[in-house]
């Protein structure tokens, strides 16, 4: 059935208003895209790694998750979810349960791309039947921005800080979706918000009734460690995703697939320079900086057409 | 009558699970628990269990997927040891705060720094704050009748903890020994069906599982922990009494052995209490007043009933296969010298640290404790009551 906007915004928030994240973030905007996925009928377990979304959503004695929800820790949301796999085939073997459940595990760059990463590996690995969803806002913004893995090369973050000598971050971000790729399970996406929201959707629909383990990497900003203004959320990710910093494609079985190409690629500055996190960057005799961000993502972009066929 | 068999400790266990038949069990093998998991993994290959068994990829994934799997709604079951169990500590204190009653076979090993694989309670002592409950078991026997009644008191409304069952890693984990394994039919009906009243699975009634908790509310929560603890005694000695009119084999806090008129006593846990009962027996026979208090629950701590245990005797010696590094003996010691403290006319206390690492302790060991502690008792001054026993100075 064709994306309808309309229907798909009025089917009932399986995340409810009141949550505490911040005026501006990304994360509940992917948790509710992804749960808007379901079919009503279908019933949910949600697991969350200790981050924002899991402070700030379940904060006793008030719960935002309508379906059951369960976090344990920071580095084990995949493991926790995937016990719950398992006790759902169980009990369905074991005649104890009709219904039909999903799994659905959220975690920040944090919980997934570092401290998480054994965890969510082995998941996927063992071929649970869930969705892992990676609400990446490129740093631990939780504790106050400090750096991760998924941190893109020269942010200043509060343990990669721009000094007079060294200019943030010093290593280019880890490319978890490829990493999930090389796990051979049967989907992995990349997405953020865009237009309609109809690639968040379709992909979590993909994700969620697909067999077996998926994986989404959804690019999620924070405005308090990326320094913008909260209206401007969907402006960022459009950004992001017209430089090519941040591509949407999708791998089916191995099969890579493009799921959109800017007209106008734009140069990388454009994505930037809106952010405080890279103010830095635009001072005079920093221009090398931007550059070698520019090298880079320009090589990742050639890669990732070569690899969906579009070179 | 019971099924005569031999089995080692690990076999006993895996024998128990098979028995009872989890929903789910995650497992990552680590000596001298790794056959525990093997064994289980064959009864599944055989399709002799219809278990979940979920092939994880370190012990902290192992108790993560437990507190999933019980949350969810399922009877689930794990083995480990040493650092598997340190590798699960963080998650242990989740698994107790969510209240789950997971069962842990717990077969003790010396923790690594340096690396030694053998006998050494270092592993369950350092989970000892954890909010589980702790059962040690001295034999085979013990490690698969404690297995069986660990569901009953896990499971019991008023407690909902999880628990570990401990034995020695090694000397009865592979010690194959005679046992008397009970009718499968008659074990599940002891254990009977898994029906908690609040889980994920639950079509009707959602749940959410561990929130942020602010300090308005942590204390409180805590304080539940406590009851659910304190509520589990009275839950260890109903389900103790109830396995022994099944089985034959009664079940309490700890077991007196010739402690009655005994004037000295050792406290000790798991296996070398085997070791002291027949230096027990052999010294009563050359008329030497000496008895033995087999500690069987260390958590929650039968502190009174300990007390009350020992109010006659003149000296006791507690025995501690860990160092706790607090510098005045053993951790089983403190807490044993704590509630002998409050009686009017208190025994005389030593600290062994015995067995690090499986160092031997045999019974020419034991005997020089009764030793020490008879000349105690006919006056000798105490002298250091922090001791190690065995060790080349």
Redesign the interface.
Known sequence: MAYQFKDVMNKPERLTGGHRMCAGCGAPLAVRGVMRALKEDDKAVVGVATGCLEVSTFTYPYVAFKDSFIHTAFENAAATVSGAEAAYNALKRKNKIDETYKFITFGGDGGTYDIGFQSLSGAMERGHDMVYVCYDNNAYMNTGIQRSSATPKYTDTTTTPAGKVVPGKQQFKKDLSEVMVSHEIPYVAQTTFIGNFKDLHEKAEKAIYTEGPAFMNVLAPCPRGWRYETEDLMEICKLAVDTCFWPLFEVINGEWKLSYKPKKKLPVEEYLRPQGRFKHLFKPGNEHLIEDIQNEVDRKWEALLKKCGEL | MGIRDRLSGNEAIANAMKQINP??M?AFPITPSTEIPQYFSQFVANGEV???F?????E???M???????????R?VTATSSAGLALMH??LY?AAS?RLPITLACVNRALTGPININADHGDSMGARDSGWIQIYSENNQEAYDNFIQAFRIGEHPDVQLPVMVCQDGFITSHGVENIELIETEKVKNFVGDYCPENY????NE?????????PV?YMEHKRQQLEAMKNAKEVILSVGKEFGEMSGRFYDFFEAYKLEDAEVAIVVLNSTAGTAKDVVDAMREEGKKVGLLKLRIFRPFPGEEIAQALKNVKAVAVMDRHEGFSTIGGPVFSEVRTVLYDLPNPPKTISYVYGLGGRDVRTIHIESIYNELLAVKDGKDQGEAYRYLGVRE
């Open positions: 929903d789910v995650p219809d278990t979940e979920v092939t994880v990829e370190s902290h994934s192992a993560s997927a437990c507190i999933g799997s019980e949350a969810a709604g399922a689930t963080e998650v989740v969510s994920m699975l639950n079509p959602t749940i959410a599982h561990g929130p942020y908790d602010s509310y």
